[in-house]
């Protein structure tokens, strides 16, 4: 273990810090309320089964809020390495040093180009596909976001621990609004009544396979669309039509390697997980894996979701050109004529952020 980790995580975690004080005003308040109470909740190291402390919670959030007011004009730290002073964006460079001493950090653009950093501990690496897979265990500094699975270049981060929260944050979700039947089905397959840690890490064990396929769909779109597609994605500044690109690659994404391979598996139980997080910008667009989906629960046969996943890939590939090909000043008008309301709201989490 390296000597100045704690100088380093302190870093790390501080530069998470401003990004949150920068982009906190992103989520809607439900949302916002959510993630907060899990972040306390890590910060805290409490246990998944223990309740958050209401009182304990609420003026955490009170010195939290204060504390982002006084740095958000702050600029991001240099990262302490034996190397000397290293970009905080310059994550190639730090991994360098930090691979082989069992950590691995991370920089990109999330959500609304939000700044999204993590420095953990490294579990294990693998190659698939031509990405390298860096898959790590407990977190020693994230920020509010801390999304499950990133792609980088041809490298993909997963983070066991975050995924781990945001399951558990969408189990959550689910037990204030049980009549949500697709999410019944999926947590059907866990045994969470008997014991609940041991179910959320064999949902976490699956899941994450999960979205290492989309991390790889995401690499084969990129293969597919090229730099355009990123320079589209920064340049645009409404967030409405944000949502609506990335929702566009998810789908080209999902549909050229994350259905395809848990339709040949057979893989219920993140089937219906899948369709049990379907978030209002992918219904919208493409209700028609949706309907495939249902009508696989009420008749057993999967060939119409092979179909319109089959479809997909053609249509989506299609539009995603087809934005590319225009001015780009039609960009942001054409992206916001796709759907005429996406809910802002809706969790992106699972999102790579780039």
Known sequence: MMRNLPQLARTVQHNCNISDARHAGDYGLCTFLLKMR??????????????????????????????????EAETFQPLPLARGDVDPLAADVVNQELLPQALV??????????PVFFLAALLRVEERAGCTILISSSEHAREL????????GRTIFVRRESV???????????????????MARALANYDFDTDSETALQR???????TMI?????????GERLGAAWEEMLASVTNPRSEVVARAIRDLLADCLSTLPALLERVNLPALHFYFATYDAPRRQLFPQALEAYEHFVHTGALDRLRHAVHEGTARWLAQARALLALDPAAHEPALSALLETVSLDADADADPAR
Request: charge should be negative.
């Open 38 to 71: 899990e972040y306390y909740r890590w910060e805290n190291a409490l246990p998944f089964s223990r309740a958050v402390p209401k009182d304990a919670l609420g003026d955490w959030l009170s010195a939290r809020e204060a504390h982002w007011n006084a740095i």
């Open 145 to 152: 976001a801390a999304p499950p699975a990133m792609l980088q």
């Open 164 to 182: 781990r929260r945001y399951l558990w944050e969408k189990i959550e979700e689910w037990r204030w609004r049980p009549q949500d039947k697709r």
């Open 105 to 114: 950090y991370s920089a990109g653009y999330g959500r609304l180009q939000k």
């Open 203 to 209: 949902m976490a064990d699956n899941e994450m396979e």
């Open 213 to 221: 396929l989309h991390e790889l769909g995401e690499a084969m779109a």
